[in-house]
């Protein structure tokens, strides 16, 4: 075992009296009053009070002890006695600055009164002196961190010995150790409330954390719920409309071959309609639904979302930037697709059979979308007039070039027509880009 050499002992000693300077000068940065922070005004009076009771009840009887007890003048006494009390009202914001105060004045106190012959009660130090040091501890204790409440216990050891010292050959009494009692107990007492403060604090964060994780569980048990409902409602007539657009060739005699290819259309639309919604389906069930790793539409689908649109009667011409499908980042090509998607059915829904122009280009960085359909080739009511709580396409768009940071624009045309335009930006997405395209939510 290696020997403690007395080098050794002396930079310990070094040590530690550096970390003793370090805490005693190093006050905590908070200096919101104390009980600053409750909603009550009442509570947030209660140490100025306090403070104000004991300087009216310590200073009368402070000076009035100096000057009976101790035979020092008047003006000398009421200077040390206010000095000793005056802190306590600093100590409500700043604790560890008020305490240097405080022990300055106990040191000098004792100083003075052990040069004066007509000493008669006890000494160092009075008992209004002893009671503003208490209090005035128990609020540091309440504010500052336990190495700084440790340190101000030794200092005050150290104090009350070095007063001691200074009063020879007068010797102290018990009054010496009647303050390093108390001094401990009250910084004891200050510490074990502002654990318990703190444990309660504590608590009541965690609290509020299992109050959101229940919220989040509870809304993820809903979502849930709603998946399955949606899978009951939507995709039984789903199935049926597939199984029965693919049969009626065979059920039907005489279909016409471009009826059993329309026929045929149908029934791959309904069963790509079922697998997108099971996919979406997945998301809600899960936040970590594998179909996250299910490859997104982008710009290069547009062409077969066309066609589709065009088989049901909307007559649509796309035109796109070559090579502009590979600089697009995956996340902006999706809402590319979604918005299109939405656009197209928006004009077979409320204006059927009319001429649509498509257009993606780049300018730039950043990518012009553009959807204009004319007026209906005859007046007709909307697919939709009768259907309540229709109107969530345009929301949805604007949803998704929010999501990419991008601008919207959708007006009507003075000829009856609509317009879509769309701003998206080709780069500048840090965390949107990638291989993995976010997961969808619904609109």
Do not use: C
Request: proline residues 6%; charged residues 20%; hydrophobic residues 45%.
């Amino acid at each position: 075992m290696k020997t403690l050499t007395k080098a050794d002992a002396h930079r310990y000693a070094r040590r530690q009296l550096r970390a003793l300077r370090h805490h005693l000068t190093t006050p905590s940065h908070d200096h919101t009053p104390l009980l600053g922070e409750s909603r009550r005004p009442w509570v947030r009076r209660i140490p100025y009070v306090i403070a104000t009771l004991l300087q009216t009840g310590l200073i009368p009887s402070g000076i009035a002890t100096l000057v009976n007890f101790y035979g020092m003048v008047l003006p000398v006494a009421a200077a040390l006695t206010v000095a000793q009390t005056t802190p306590l009202f600093l100590a409500i914001t700043r604790p560890l600055a008020a305490w240097w105060i405080s022990a300055a004045t106990l040191v000098t106190t004792g100083a003075i009164t052990a040069r004066h012959h007509q000493v008669t009660g006890t000494w160092p130090w009075t008992a209004p002196m002893i009671l503003a040091y208490v209090f005035l501890l128990l609020a540091l204790a309440l504010r500052e961190s336990r190495a700084t409440v440790v340190s101000v216990w030794i200092a005050t050891v150290l104090l009350t010995a070095l007063t001691t010292t200074l009063g020879l050959p007068r010797s102290g009494d018990g009054t010496t150790m009647l303050l390093i009692a108390l001094s401990g107990a009250a910084l004891l007492l200050g510490w074990a409330v502002r654990d318990r403060a703190v444990a309660r604090r504590l608590l009541s964060e965690q609290e509020h954390i299992s109050e959101v994780e229940r919220e989040r569980r509870t809304l993820l048990e809903e979502r849930a719920r709603i998946a399955r409902e949606l899978h009951d409602v939507v995709a039984h007539h789903m199935s049926v409309i597939a199984v029965q657009a693919a049969s009626a060739p065979y059920r039907i005699e005489g279909v016409p071959a471009d009826a059993a290819e329309e026929f045929g259309t149908i029934a791959d639309a309904a069963r790509g309609a079922l697998a997108e919604m099971r996919r979406l389906l997945g998301v809600l069930r899960s936040e970590e639904s594998t179909a996250e790793k299910t490859p997104q539409p982008g710009v290069g689908q547009l062409a077969q979302l066309v066609e589709t649109v065009g088989r049901a009667g909307v007559p649509a011409e796309l035109t796109v930037d070559e090579g502009l499908a590979e600089r697009v980042p995956p996340a902006v090509g999706l809402s590319v697709y979604r918005i299109v998607q939405e656009a197209l059915a928006n004009v077979v829904r409320h204006a059927p059979g009319a001429r649509t122009w498509v257009s993606v280009s780049a300018d730039g960085r950043e990518l012009r979308l553009t959807v204009v359909n004319a007026p209906p080739p005859q007046r007709t009511e909307s697919l939709e007039a009768s259907v309540e709580g229709t109107g969530q396409g345009l929301v949805g768009m604007r949803e998704r070039v929010r999501l990419v940071d991008g601008r919207l624009d959708t007006d009507p045309l003075p000829d009856g027509g609509f317009k879509v335009a769309a701003v998206l930006p080709l780069d500048g997405l840090d965390g949107l880009d990638g291989p993995n395209t976010p997961r969808e939510t619904p609109a």
